[in-house]
């Protein structure tokens, strides 16, 4: 069994990011794990007025081969 690719087209918000096909849309990270670690992330992002982290543009974490990378980003910043 392989626990690093899942995904979810009942969702209805699927596909909530675009410029990624579906068949390799990754929906293992739905609630991306980098978002934490704010500006350090690696992502694409920006902060609106309220300086809320807005991560619409950014499609790392549903990337079919992100999974190495974002463990590897999580382990190295603990």
């Keep these: 069994m392989n626990c690093k690719y899942f995904v979810n ?3 209805e918000y ?3 990011h675009t410029g990624i ?3 390799s849309f990754n929906c293992l990270f739905c609630y991306c794990p980098l978002y934490p670690l704010g500006d350090k992330c ?3 992002f920006s902060f609106d007025a309220e300086g809320i982290k807005d ?3 950014c ?3 549903h990337e079919k081969d992100s999974y190495e ?3 590897k980003c999580l382990k190295e910043k603990n």
Excluded: E, L, Q, R
């Design 9 to 11: 087209t009942d969702c």
């Design 14 to 16: 699927f596909p909530c």
């Design 21 to 23: 096909p579906k068949d």
């Design 42 to 44: 690696g992502g694409v």
């Design 55 to 57: 991560c619409s543009a």
């Design 59 to 61: 499609a790392i974490p």
């Design 69 to 71: 990378m974002i463990i």
